[in-house]
């Protein structure tokens, strides 16, 4: 258990649909990644909270939307699926409260989405 | 030009053998290189973070920098089947702030033969 939470694991939903993806970053940490893995692409960054607010956005499109919440959990909100939004979605934690040394990045074990 | 390549692969090795995998990349603001490991269906673990240019050495895994070349390896000795995964590379230009996302390359698939 890598101290991140994400949930749920699996998803299928039908096009058009919204869905709303969980994550519990580590103890501690108060920067939440959001990242997208298809086969094609990779691993590709789509938005960083810290500490309840936008720090930096990457290639999220506009049907796309985060939050973090005082208690520093995250959603990921995704509206109008298409198939081509079939993907694993990953939530990452970094950055404890300061000073502390650098240690990385902490991902959950994702949630696999399936839009049909 | 993407700003992390990494070689596409699949690569297929014998046990005990030496394994290198590398990176490179564009951007030289890039100052924290990280490798993770990814098995099947499961979130990426990291296994090795470097910062700016140099070695680091955990076990049987070394990473190595070479900012000048924007490039950097992971060496992993005495390669097990345990070892057999997808590693990838990644960086970023900080630890923290607006500048901390990573940047991944596209991964490599490792498979360790018995």
């Known amino acids: 258990d890598s101290g991140v939470t994400q949930t749920p694991k699996h998803l299928i939903t039908a096009t058009g649909q919204r869905v709303t993806l969980r994550c519990s970053p580590r103890?501690?940490?108060?920067?939440v990644y959001w990242y997208q893995q298809s086969l094609d692409q990779g691993l590709q960054f789509l938005i960083q909270?810290?500490?309840?607010?936008?720090?930096a956005k990457g290639n999220i499109l506009e049907r796309f939307s985060a939050q973090q919440f005082p208690d520093l959990h995250s959603e990921l909100n995704l509206s109008s699926l298409e198939l081509g939004d079939s993907a694993l979605y990953f939530c990452?934690?970094?950055?404890?409260?300061?000073?502390?040394?650098?240690?990385?990045?902490?991902f959950g074990s994702g949630t696999r989405l399936t839009v049909v | 030009q993407k700003e992390v390549e990494q070689d596409p692969g699949p690569l297929s090795v014998p046990e005990g053998a030496i394994v290198s995998l590398n990176c490179t990349y564009s951007?030289?603001?890039?100052?924290?290189f990280m490798w993770y490991r990814q098995y099947s269906r499961k979130g990426p673990e990291l296994l090795m973070y470097?910062?700016?240019?140099g070695n680091k050495e955990d076990g049987r895994f070394t990473a190595q920098v070479d900012k000048s070349s924007k490039y950097i390896s992971l060496f992993i000795r005495d390669s097990q089947p345990s070892d057999s995964a997808t590693y990838l590379c990644?960086?970023?230009?900080?630890?923290?702030?607006?500048?901390?996302?990573?940047?991944f390359g596209k991964g490599i698939t490792l498979s360790v033969r018995p």
């Open positions: 909270y810290y500490n309840g607010e936008e720090r």
């Open positions: 990452a934690s970094s950055a404890p409260v300061q000073p502390s040394p650098f240690y990385g990045y902490t």
């Open positions: 470097t910062y700016s240019s």
């Open positions: 103890s501690g940490d108060l920067s």
């Open positions: 990644a960086m970023s230009q900080s630890a923290t702030g607006a500048n901390s996302k990573l940047t």
């Open positions: 951007n030289s603001a890039f100052q924290y």
